[in-house]
């Protein structure tokens, strides 16, 4: 069963090596992260390449060893080749390179670590988020003690919300949730945090960055939290120090950038019966949250979707009746839109939102 | 672990046979209680981890949801636990008259444990019914049952063993040789004992 | 060569074929049942990922709706997982441990089955979510709250926990099954240092599945309380902690990867001997490194938790980034055994070597993954899936398929076709890299895992695509491994006992063996009896550089 390698064999393995070379340098340009842009990710970038540059060598070592073994090793003939069963000192050795390898990399991410997770004094502006299903609130704190005149920023699924933030300065988020766990990330600032729904004995997650040049960023919820977590998107606009107080005073004035949130929306009463809806048409206010009361007269699934053509913006939970369920549904920009009950397509009608 | 394996077997043996696999040592069946019990370390062990998380994330006083009366550990707690510590005791001294080919006091003591075991789970399902809180009023109401009840399947479970090991020694099946699952069936109670132990200074004295 | 196998002469007892295999307690027939289960399961969530992949290929919601994908993504890698990889490595090691000990069966033959039928039902259990209401769909991890009865109302993720502790249970049985067979039905000679890898690695193995598995059904059973009877372990309102829920997820789900990588491993070290025709380098090291990953794997669990900001960071990342030095300690192993061997490239060592290389890559990812900052940019992103698929596909699965080429002739006589074997190989070699690699990239450049679709600004585009036709390849490979294995069986070449001149003692007897697996035992005097007794007679061309008593 055993023939000579063939020649041929060779080549066309050379040819293949040559070819994955090339493929494996077009993506290590890939491999290299965003550009950085705070201070912070400034030195992750740094810790990254090292260590990139570190598990790069590993590779090509290794990988290149057992190409060559195979390429150089084949069997020609039946004679049994030496057998050898071990070697202490080469295993030594060989135990000792990874374990080297291994210190200077803790050593060097527990650093990185330790300085990235300092926490300053003063930060410029400290942040209130709040991610929830599937948007995101960021609120401004302030020293005033007047939460009536506070600076709120609410998304939606559809729009997702911007945090402005001075340029050069600390920015300390803390990161709060009432319903499940999200992820605040950015990839440009090489960063992400939990946003956990914490019990109350334990104080809520921080994450502190200061972001080095003007631009926007955009972030996205990075854990999974449910139908529309892809939808849980924001962004991160970073500017000057006077052009971020004029966003702020703008807010305060209601000549809203971003929607402001007003406090509780409308309440909507739908019901089913017979398969059917009691209404063709409903209204909420553009931008602000609202809830639908749905109550479901039969005994069997019903519930109230959003749409907007063919994307389903909103689902409501299925249920079976007789009983009322409320639903939560986050701002949506102004237009029309279809209530479709997901189970029965046909029972439908026109939501305007103004 | 204190599995014995003998590894000095001499090298030249060949044997002709493959069924002839090791007979020294522990018997295999006792093996396998053993790997089972320390699985079931573990799953209690998870079950604790619970608790003392939810001890820890807990604020103010540990204990009965507010309302309820505390534990107390009379008239119960304490008597059942006095009996399943004592039925520990029966277990063994079955095991030692087996050890001795005493078939007959194997099967009384072994019907003693049972009893002691059943007295224990009646009672404990009799102090569910005073104690004034249920599994779903909050942390402490749903460590309290899921241990507790948890704990009370494994005895329930012991019991059923106990029940076969005491008709099987009625059919005179076990002797001095061979009665395995009796030594197998008494690391499990003793197991359940502990646990119990464990889990009575956690909830009632640890506060 | 002179064949060197004893065969035996008794003849099996017959029986009708289908209750033969419904009621048959023998470890090989139920070794079988475990490989064919598995791969049906295989199939299953491999569609189920071509459905991700489909949906991902380009920008915008083509084929599902959110949660559609959701519960595609979840049951994917839930059935992958724990009805795929664990278990097909379970068969085989049913199959194949009892006969490299010389035993004639396991220790517990009808708790064997028992753990075994336990599987299907568990399965079934879980997709039956798909007929009431929909299936789970909060990733394989089911993280609280997300998880819980005020978030996810369906029976589904019921199903799932049920079907999953019928799993669990089975799990658990089987390893208690593996272990007391390695510790008590050993044949005479075979010292605990003569066992061939592939024992070592699945005792050790067995040990973690006992040891990790009863932590997530404590956990399981909790947030079954939770979602069922008002319990609040994890509800942070009712005084829980849903960080709890990660913390016995993971001190389960990471013994779990090297629950399914250490068989794997097992199945390469067997491979790479023989087709060197070389000892394993270092057989004492490659034991301890073993055993130090098992130990290892118990204190690094929190690595999948840097960014949840409540655990201790430093300690978890040293630990994690330790088990690189048991585990490069095996890499050296298998490069020295390739180092000055007689190397023939038959399709099972294509898929060992394909192993080295391809769970290096994700050896060094999880290395990468291993140091805080970094996981903070690249946790929960493509790059984390692009690692578990290097580690979980390019390891574990390239593993399987190599077990699958070496010892279906032991099983069934006949050997796979070779050159359709390599067709497969290379097609799922390359489909895997192009599937996988550029998950990397994205992963990098910030694209969440997890998410049904992505902005076509975002410059993901390209590289999902090349993704989405990596995986159409694998998917295409499949097709000439089905028929390779189904032609094989129907009308495959015979080979005899011993086609690749094994080392162990399952290449003693006849293929497939008789259900008492062997009538003639050679001596053991090493961990590689049956190459001892082919050589017997050019001992002295033979330089044995050590021989190790016990
Ligand atoms: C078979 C499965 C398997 C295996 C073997 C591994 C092996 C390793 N894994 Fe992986 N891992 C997973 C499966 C696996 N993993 C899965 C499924 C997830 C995601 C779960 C989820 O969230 O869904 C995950 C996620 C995961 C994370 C969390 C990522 C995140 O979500 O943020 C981390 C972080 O530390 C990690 C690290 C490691 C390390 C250090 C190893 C090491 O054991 C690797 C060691 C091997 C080598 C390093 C290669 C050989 C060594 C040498 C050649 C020596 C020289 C090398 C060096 C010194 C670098 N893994
Ligand atoms: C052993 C484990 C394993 C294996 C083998 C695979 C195999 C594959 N995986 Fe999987 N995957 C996971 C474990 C695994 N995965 C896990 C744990 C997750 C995380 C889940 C989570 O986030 O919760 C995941 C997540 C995951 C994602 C991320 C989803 C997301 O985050 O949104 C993606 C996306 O590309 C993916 C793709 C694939 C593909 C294309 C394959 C392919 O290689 C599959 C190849 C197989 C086939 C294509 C089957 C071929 C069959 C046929 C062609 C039909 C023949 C049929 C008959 C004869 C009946 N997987
Ligand atoms: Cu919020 Cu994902
Ligand atoms: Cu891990």
């Known amino acids: 069963m055993s023939r000579p390698m063939a020649r041929p064999r060779t080549r066309s393995f050379l040819r293949a090596g040559a070819l994955l070379a090339l493929v494996l340098l077009a993506t290590a340009c890939g491999m290299v992260p965003p550009e950085p842009h705070t201070t912070e990710a400034k030195e992750v970038f740094w810790l990254y390449n090292v260590i990139l540059v570190m598990g790069g060598i590993v590779f090509v070592a290794v990988e290149g060893f057992i190409v060559y073994s195979v390429l150089r090793y084949r069997r020609r003939d039946d004679r049994l080749p030496t057998q050898i069963h071990g070697n202490n000192l080469v295993e030594l050795i060989w135990t000792a390179i990874p374990t080297v390898i291994v210190l200077i990399l803790f050593v060097l991410s527990t650093l990185t670590l330790n300085s990235v997770s300092q926490a300053s004094t003063h930060p410029g502006v400290t942040i209130e988020v709040e991610g929830k299903q599937w948007s995101w609130v960021f609120h401004y704190l302030d020293d005033d003690g007047d939460p009536s005149n506070d600076v709120i920023v609410q998304g939606t699924a559809l729009d997702g919300a911007v945090m402005a933030v001075p340029v050069g300065e600390p920015v300390k988020l803390i990161l709060i949730s009432n319903d499940v766990i999200h992820s605040f990330y950015v990839p440009a600032f090489l960063v992400k945090r939990d946003v956990v729904p914490l019990p109350e004995a334990k104080k809520p997650n921080e994450l502190e960055f200061t972001v080095t040049e003007k631009g926007t960023y955009s972030g996205q919820c990075a854990e999974f939290c449910g139908d529309l977590h892809a939808r849980m998107t924001f962004s991160v606009q970073a500017m000057a120090r006077p052009d971020f107080d004029a966003w702020t005073a703008a807010i305060r004035a209601g000549e809203t950038p971003a929607p402001s949130v007003p406090a509780g929306g409308g309440v909507l009463k739908v019901s089913a019966k017979n398969t059917a809806f009691d209404t063709k048409a409903l209204e909420a206010a553009a931008g602000q949250p609202f809830k639908i009361e749905f109550t479901n007269d039969d005994s069997f699934d019903h519930n109230v979707g959003i749409w907007n053509g063919s994307e389903e913006l909103f689902r409501g939970e299925i249920f079976s009746g007789p009983a009322t369920k409320t639903y939560d549904v986050s701002g949506l920009p102004a237009g029309d839109y279809t209530f479709v009950c997901d189970v029965h397509p046909a029972m439908t009608g026109t939501l305007t939102v103004k | 672990m204190t599995v014995q ?157 106990l029940t076969i090991l005491a008709a099987r020694a009625s059919q005179g099946q076990f002797s001095k040789q061979n009665h395995v699952a009796v030594e197998a069936i008494s690391i499990y109670w003793h197991f359940v004992d502990v646990v119990w132990i464990a889990l009575f200074s956690t909830l009632y004295f640890l506060r | 060569m002179a064949t060197t196998a004893l065969t035996p002469t008794s003849e099996t007892y017959r029986r009708s074929w289908v209750i033969e295999w419904l009621t048959t307690v023998d470890h090989k027939k139920i070794g079988i049942l475990y490989i064919v289960n598995s791969f049906a399961f295989f199939f299953a969530a491999g569609i189920l990922a071509l459905l991700v992949r489909s949906e991902l290929a380009v920008p915008g919601l083509q084929f599902l709706d959110e949660r559609t994908y959701n519960q595609a993504f979840t049951m994917h890698g839930t059935i992958m997982i724990f009805l795929f990889v664990v278990p097909v490595l379970s068969g085989f090691a049913n199959y194949i441990v009892p006969l490299q000990i010389g035993a004639p069966d396991m220790a517990f033959p009808r708790i064997n089955a028992l753990s075994f039928w336990f599987l299907p039902l568990g399965g079934l259990l879980i997709f039956s979510g798909y007929l009431f209401g929909g299936a789970a769909a909060e990733g394989w991890t089911l993280y609280t709250p997300l998880s819980g009865g005020k978030f996810s109302t369906g029976v589904g993720t019921d199903l799932w926990l049920i079907g999953l502790l019928l799993v669990g249970t089975a799990s658990i049985l089987g390893s208690i099954n593996f272990i007391a067979t390695i510790f008590k039905m050993r044949a005479p000679g075979m010292t605990l240092f003569r066992m061939p890898i592939l024992v070592w690695t699945v005792l050790v193995t067995a040990t973690l599945i006992l040891l990790a598995t009863p932590v997530l059904a404590a956990g399981m059973i909790a947030l079954f309380i939770d979602r069922n009877y008002g319990g609040s372990f994890f509800d942070p309102n009712t005084g829980g902690n849903p960080i709890l829920w990660q913390h016995l997820f993971w001190f389960f789900g990471h013994p779990e990867v090297y629950i399914v990588i250490l068989p794997a491993m097992g199945v390469v070290s067997e491979i790479l001997p023989v087709f060197t025709r070389r000892p394993l380098f270092g057989y004492r090291a490659f034991v301890h490194a073993t055993i130090a990953i098992g130990l290892l794997s118990f204190s690094v669990w929190a690595h999948h938790m840097f960014t949840t900001g409540q655990v201790f960071m430093p300690f978890f990342s040293f630990m994690t980034a330790l088990i690189a030095v048991p585990t490069g300690v095996k890499m050296f192993n298998w490069l020295a055994t390739l180092w000055r061997g007689s190397i023939i490239l038959a399709t099972p060592m294509l898929f060992a070597l394909g192993f080295l290389s391809m769970f290096l890559i994700g050896g060094i990812s999880g290395v990468m993954l291993s140091a805080p900052p970094i996981d903070f940019h690249l946790q929960d992103t493509y790059f984390v899936v692009a690692h578990l698929h290097y580690v979980f596909f390019g390891g574990s699965v390239f593993g399987v398929f190599a077990a699958t080429y070496y010892w279906f002739p032991k099983m069934t006589g006949r050997r796979l076709n070779e050159p359709l074997g390599k067709v497969h190989f290379w097609m799922h070699f390359i489909g895997f890299n192009l599937a996988f690699f550029p998950q990397h990239i994205l992963g990098i450049q910030g694209m969440p895992r997890r998410v049904a679709d992505y902005s076509p600004d975002a410059g993901w585009t390209l590289l999902n695509l090349m993704s989405t036709a990596g995986a159409v390849l694998i998917a295409a490979s499949v097709l000439p491994f089905l028929v390779n294995v189904v032609a094989t069986f129907i009308n495959g070449e015979r080979v005899g006992d011993d086609p690749w001149e094994g080392n162990t003692l399952e290449w003693a007897t006849s293929s497939p063996p008789p259900a008492h697996n062997f009538d003639k035992l050679p001596p053991i005097r090493s961990e590689r009896p049956v190459f001892d007794l082919r050589h017997r007679h050019d001992a002295e061309r033979v330089s044995v550089a050590k021989v190790e008593d016990q």
Do not use: K
């Open chain 2, 5 to 161: 394996v003998p590894t000095s077997m001499s090298a030249d043996t060949t044997t002709h046979t493959a069924l002839a696999h090791r007979e020294a040592g522990m018997p295999t069946p006792l093996v396998g209680m053993l790997l089972f019990i320390a699985s079931e370390v573990m799953f209690f062990g998870g079950l604790f981890a619970s608790y003392f998380n939810a001890r820890a994330v807990h604020i103010g006083e540990w204990g009965p949801p507010a309302g309820a009366p505390e534990l107390e550990i009379f008239p119960i707690a304490l008597p059942i636990t006095i009996i399943l510590v004592a039925s520990s005791f029966t277990m063994q001294f079955g095991v030692w008259a087996i050890r001795r080919g005493d078939q007959r006091a194997m099967r009384n003591w072994t019907l003693l444990t049972l009893v002691l075991g059943v007295t224990f789970l009646i009672g404990q399902i009799y102090d569910y019914t005073q104690l004034g809180f249920g599994i779903s009023d909050g942390a402490f109401g749903t460590v309290f049952y899921t241990l507790t009840g948890f704990h009370g399947a494994h005895v329930f479970g012991g019991a059923v063993g």
